[in-house]
């Protein structure tokens, strides 16, 4: 399977949430004004959203077309449900 398009772009993602967790952690550890670490939760919350939107259409370009193109009906089905599933985490 190719390389999924959108793996650079969660790297680059993940490792700016990285940096800004610690970033909160530090702003907890200074006692900074508590609208501002939940201000700073918010951010985090935001762009682990933008993560799992590329994820999810990485899984639908790749592994959902995978078993669309191999034509294993219980492949497709188990997919189709993974994405179903994922979906509806991904709106809680």
Do not use: P
């Amino acid at each position: 399977m190719q390389e999924k398009k959108n793996k650079a772009a969660i790297q680059k993602r993940l490792a700016r949430l990285e940096g800004q967790i610690r970033g909160i952690s530090r702003m907890v550890e200074e006692n900074r004004y508590c609208v501002d670490v939940l201000m700073q939760t918010a951010a985090v919350r935001s762009a682990l959203k933008a993560v799992e939107r590329l994820l999810i259409e990485d899984h639908a370009n790749h592994c959902m077309e995978a078993a669309i193109l191999s034509g294993d009906q219980n492949e497709q089905r188990t997919k189709f449900r993974e994405m179903v599933a994922l979906l509806e985490k991904a709106r809680d």
